[in-house]
């Protein structure tokens, strides 16, 4: 199964010459999501309903089975990618760590993923999921509706911080604010655990400056490009161009994030949506691929 072409642009059967041209192997997303079925079939339920919600219709581009988009993936160059689960409330947590532990297991290019919730018992599986080798989490404080400060999450963050195992945060106030999203509560639990190694998912969307001076003041922190500088989300939030030296001089903690298979338009605007920013090849080299290798020690 193939999806929809751009009537213009990058393609995505474009991507893997792309990316050999720019002297690289291939694609490096920290930022995509493979749940259960029938979790997942709930999520895309969530984004068809989210024109209401935000005014913008949300077709998801890529709705192909697990397998399949499994195969679409290495087929446009996308060497390595996460799962990302995430919980949104008690009790989900084990059950989707341990899908996402099976799924890395059979799909060897993935990174395996866990997630977890503010709950008694989330300290001991984030303990559990480290010493079995997961190799990043996620948490979506928005679709999750808690507080990041919870102090039942205190062994969990600490654990994450003892690690070093990178963890995506959903705490900007994008795509709709939630009742605990923004800068200010995150940042609480950076300034309590200052060497965790946080990737902003989104880069913080819409509070882009905010999560800026994150990554400036914590050297563990990273932003992942996830939806942002295309086409989609500069209409609503564009990202400010007085903020591109700056993320020029973080180079090295700019990781390449698209949200596949949840996205509304073509993986390959993502990859050129980076590249029209005109930051030199270097940075486009480190944002794709040599980052996130890095990072991971792949």
Known sequence: MTATSESAGLQDEELPAFVSELGIPGLFDVHVHFLPPRVMDKVWSYFDAVGPMTGREWPIRYRFPVEERVDYLGSIGVLRYSALPYAHKPGMSEFLN?????????????????????????????????????????????????????????????????????????AGSGPAPGTYTGPELIGRVLAAYPTLPMIVAHMGIPEYEDFLVMAEKYPNVRL???????????????????????????????????DFPNIPYSYAHQVESLARLDLGEDWLRDVLWRNGLRLFDA
């Open 98 to 170: 341990d899908w996402a532990a099976e799924f890395a297991k059979g799909n060897g290019n993935a990174l395996r993923s866990a997630t977890f919730y503010p709950e008694p018992e989330a300290g001991a599986y984030v303990r559990r999921a480290i010493s079995e080798g997961v190799e990043i989490f996620k948490t979506h404080i928005q679709v999750g509706d808690f507080d990041p400060t919870d102090p039942l999450l205190d062994p969990v963050w600490g654990a994450i911080a003892d690690a070093q195992v990178p963890v995506v945060v959903h």
């Open 224 to 258: 992942d490009t996830t939806m942002v500088f295309t086409d989609f989300t500069e209409e609503a939030t564009p990202y400010p161009r007085d903020l591109m030296p700056r993320l020029l001089d973080l180079q090295s903690r700019v990781l390449l994030g698209s």
